[in-house]
């Protein structure tokens, strides 16, 4: 079937140092891949996204690049601030009797001044 | 207008009473979605709106009744809920709900408390 699997968090990181989390994916076909991110006490916010093989989505110095032969699409950032402290889930979208995204469980960021 | 609008943002209510949740979009997305959040884990859709019709229920409970006004309006009416339904109720719409266009925009979402 179509999920979606995400690193476990919570991931604590002082400020400016380098954040990477982890999503790979099983689905049949090409799906779309995103990154929404939450922070508290409000909905989810796309960050990124990629539509196809190699595309690489980028958004407030987050990156994610789409890697086909890896079924992965991990998130990245080279310098992490205090506010990007949230929770981050990748997704896909599948088609089964009508499109539907698959949330990954989500990782929940904490950045320390 | 990027804004997806949901009220009330707060609601507490009782096993008996039947209440209303409302979402409103102005971006002219043909496709509009609810989701239920319990607390730290991923949105569960529940109905998708496509062209103002139900095209996805997921097998939600009777007690939760989706209503799509317009093209702009989502509404979803509460009767009978449970202490468990209670969670953080999200909105979202998207241009339509075809596979290229399915980038969501969300709502900040009405935080239900069933006592």
């Known amino acids: 079937g179509n999920s979606v699997t995400q690193m476990e968090g919570p991931v604590t990181l002082s400020e400016e140092a380098f954040l990477t989390i982890n999503c790979t994916y099983t689905a049949t076909g090409y799906p779309s891949l995103f990154w929404y991110v939450q922070y508290p006490g409000e909905g989810l916010q796309l960050l990124l996204k990629a539509t196809k093989a190699d595309d690489k989505g980028s958004n407030k110095g987050f990156e994610a690049t789409y890697r086909k032969e890896t079924t992965s699409f991990h998130l990245e950032k080279g310098s992490v601030q205090v506010s990007d402290s949230a929770v981050y889930f990748c997704?896909?979208?599948?088609?089964?009797?009508?499109?539907?995204?698959?949330f990954g469980a989500g990782t929940r960021l904490f950045v320390k001044a | 207008d990027t804004e997806v609008t949901q009220t009330p943002k707060h609601l507490v209510m009782g096993m008996t009473n039947k209440k209303s949740l409302k979402c409103e979009q102005h971006?002219?997305?043909?496709?509009m979605y609810w989701y239920k959040q319990k607390a730290k884990k991923p949105p569960e859709l529940m109905f998708v709106?496509?062209?103002?019709?139900?095209?996805i229920n997921e097998s939600v409970p009777s007690r939760f009744s989706p209503e799509c006004p317009n093209s702009s309006l989502l509404n979803l009416h509460l009767h009978a809920l449970q202490p468990e339904d209670s969670a953080l109720y999200l909105c979202?719409?998207?241009?339509?709900?075809?596979?290229?266009?399915?980038?969501?925009?969300f709502g900040p979402g009405t935080r239900l408390t069933v006592l």
């Open positions: 709106y496509s062209y103002e019709k139900l095209s």
């Open positions: 971006m002219g997305h043909r496709a």
């Open positions: 997704a896909l979208i599948r088609n089964t009797g009508g499109f539907k995204t698959i």
């Open positions: 979202a719409s998207s241009q339509d709900d075809s596979l290229r266009y399915n980038e969501q925009f």
